[in-house]
């Protein structure tokens, strides 16, 4: 494998595993249980980042299984970051009534009437 390769599949790798340690942080300091999903996310995705040429050059598999195996990977990670957009809220923060303001209309638990005007 090439050295600017590997440089560079290292440093996505860094990159990555930072991310993650911000959105973990994020979640431990405001409760915020999509940001789990975001760090075990990108944690997954910076894993497949290296798992390819590891697997090729390393143990020697051929380069389409190890491709798939790193294709599976990043996959899962996207379906983590998905989840923590779009999966389901718990029923406890909609029996609280969490603030959404949605343009000018007012919102059930919204303290400002949801006018938009926060001052």
């Known amino acids: 494998m090439h050295i600017e390769l590997v440089i560079a599949k290292l440093v996505t790798m860094g990159l990555g ?3 993650a340690y911000q959105a973990y942080r994020g979640y431990r300091v405001h409760g915020s249980e999509p940001m789990l999903y975001v760090a075990v996310g990108f944690t997954f995705i910076s894993f497949g980042a290296v798992i390819e040429g590891v697997l090729f050059d390393v143990v020697g598999m051929d380069i389409f299984p ?3 195996i790193q294709t599976g ?3 899962v990670g996207m379906v983590f970051i998905l989840y923590s ?3 389901l809220q718990p029923t406890a923060d909609r ?3 969490e603030r959404t303001v949605a343009g000018n209309r007012s ?3 919204d303290p400002d009437g949801g006018d938009g005007n926060n001052e």
């Open 66 to 68: 190890a491709s798939a």
């Open 17 to 19: 595993f930072l991310i």
């Open 85 to 87: 957009l779009y999966g």
């Open 73 to 75: 990977i990043v996959a």
């Open 107 to 109: 919102v059930p638990g």
């Open 95 to 97: 029996a609280e009534g």
